[in-house]
């Protein structure tokens, strides 16, 4: 009894000993890294700094790596005290272990690694994790805009830009004022009937009015700026009244043309056939008969004949 008490207490000595020490190495013999910013945005042609900021190590001269995780391929960014591949003459190392990328370009966003080995610790490796996003400014967009509509009819305008990141929003102009996204809130849009789509650039005029036309521009835009195009003229015309009157007399003189010829056609034709109708009628009813009738008495007499 008294031996396994003594050996409990002893155990429980020795864990709590144990627990002690391993906080105590844990904080002092450990390499411990933590960054201002995990989420990392940028302008395409900015510098950038990723934050690689050791919080604890032991080792005087500890081994730094950052690697670039791109489509899930890992490269080196920074190996052996050197800046490499694609940032080689963009980037530089500083203190602790940050990375200043000098002038970013689109090809920057990715994953970055810090990895920082230190043999001399307890726990002698630590890594952290930075995504960096590079925001493009949109290129000049593609502006179509028709030249000239007709009153009454449907027309659609597009803007479209591939270059800018996150991409572009959509703003369109007439004669430099902008169009809000719902003509109903302006008076001077009211009553436009059409419907903006700012993610794809479209502007779509359900029924055009004479009010629609003028000088259109469109202009895309991000968090990294914007472009626009040139602006280009729609003309809204009136549907052509001579021309469609016009368009009717000529229909209504080639129908009478096409009447007069059918009638005097037809009437050609009738009358022919008419003659001929008569002239098949009579001579076969004029011959039936006869025959007939010959045919009926030659039957009595050979019946009347025959009878005697
Ligand atoms: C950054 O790079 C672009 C394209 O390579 C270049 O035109 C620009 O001058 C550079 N900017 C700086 C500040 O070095
Ligand atoms: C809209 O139409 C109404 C009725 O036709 C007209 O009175 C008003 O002036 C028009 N507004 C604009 C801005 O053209």
Redo the contacts with the bound molecule.
């Keep these: 009894m008294e031996i396994s008490a003594f050996k409990m207490a002893r155990g429980r000595r020795t864990r709590f000993m144990l627990l002690l020490c391993s906080l105590w190495c844990i904080s002092t013999f450990a390499v411990i890294l933590r960054t201002t910013d995990k989420d990392v945005w940028v302008n395409e042609f900015e510098p950038i700094e990723l934050t690689c900021l050791i919080e604890s190590i032991s080792t005087n001269n500890p081994r730094i790596e950052w690697k670039k995780i791109k489509d899930g391929v890992p490269s080196y960014v920074y190996f052996q005290n050197k800046i490499s591949g694609d940032l080689e003459h963009r980037a530089v190392l500083k203190e602790p272990a940050n990375l200043l990328i000098l002038n970013s370009s689109r090809s920057d966003s990715a994953l970055y690694r810090c990895e920082v080995a230190a043999i001399d610790d307890h726990k002698p490796f630590d890594e952290i994790l930075i995504s960096l996003s590079v925001r493009v400014k949109p290129v000049a967009p593609r502006c179509n805009v028709p030249e000239s509509v007709t009153v009454g009819s449907t027309t659609e305008l597009r803007c479209m830009e591939n270059e800018g990141f996150p991409p572009s929003q959509y703003q369109w102009f007439r004669n430099n004022e902008e169009l809000p996204e719902e003509p109903k809130t302006s008076?001077?849009f009211?009553?436009s009937s059409y419907i903006m789509n700012t993610d794809t650039g479209s502007l779509k005029f359900r029924t055009v009015i004479k009010?629609d036309a003028g000088e259109y521009h469109c202009q895309a835009r991000n968090e990294a700026g914007y472009s626009k195009c040139d602006p280009k003229l729609m003309d809204v015309y009136d549907p052509d009244i001579v021309g469609i009157a016009l368009k009717v007399l000529a229909g209504v003189v080639a129908l009478i043309f096409v009447t007069v010829g059918l009638c005097q056609a037809q009437k050609n034709g009738y009358c022919s056939c008419k003659d001929h109708r008569e002239n098949n009628y009579k001579v076969p009813q004029h011959n039936n008969t006869m025959d007939y009738v010959s045919a009926d008495e030659g039957h009595f007499r050979h019946k009347s004949s025959f009878i005697i």
């Design positions: 008076n001077r009211f009553n009010e």
